[in-house]
């Protein structure tokens, strides 16, 4: 099993930058690729970045790229989500996911995909 919890959420202005961090605790993790994905009030939840179990492979949804890291410390079992030019519509609940796979399988994008799921970190963007 893995148990995940996120933390370093919070309320900024446009354009200010936040770091999330993902503890994890749990033998299987370090078998895990690891997303981040996000959902604001009445949407979906979407797909934010992911990383792989080496660190080797990384992904982001379009609406992040260029703004959003993702990065992965596998002996201290965190991932981290570094948030920079924060825009209004970043707000949203921010969770972390683990997907238990092989290493080289690709990484995936879809919220049915990740077994373990966090609790979530509020991230308010005002304008």
């Known amino acids: 099993q893995v148990q995940l919890v996120e933390s370093g959420g919070g309320l900024v202005q446009a354009g200010a930058s936040l770091r999330l961090s993902c503890q994890a605790s749990g033998s299987l993790f370090s078998r895990c690729a690891t997303g981040w994905f996000r959902q604001a009030p009445g949407k979906d939840r979407e797909f934010v970045a992911a990383?792989?179990?080496?660190?080797?492979?990384?992904l982001y949804g379009d609406s992040v790229k260029g703004r959003f890291t993702i990065s992965r410390d596998s002996a201290k079992k965190t991932v981290f989500l570094q948030m920079n030019d924060l825009k209004a519509e970043d707000t949203a609940v921010y969770y972390c996911?683990?997907?238990?796979?092989?290493?080289?399988?690709?990484?995936?994008?879809?919220?049915?995909?990740?077994?373990?799921w966090g609790q979530g970190t509020q991230v308010s963007v005002s304008e």
């Open positions: 996911a683990a997907d238990h796979t092989i290493l080289t399988a690709p990484l995936r994008v879809d919220v049915g995909a990740y077994e373990f």
């Open positions: 990383i792989s179990r080496n660190g080797g492979t990384i």
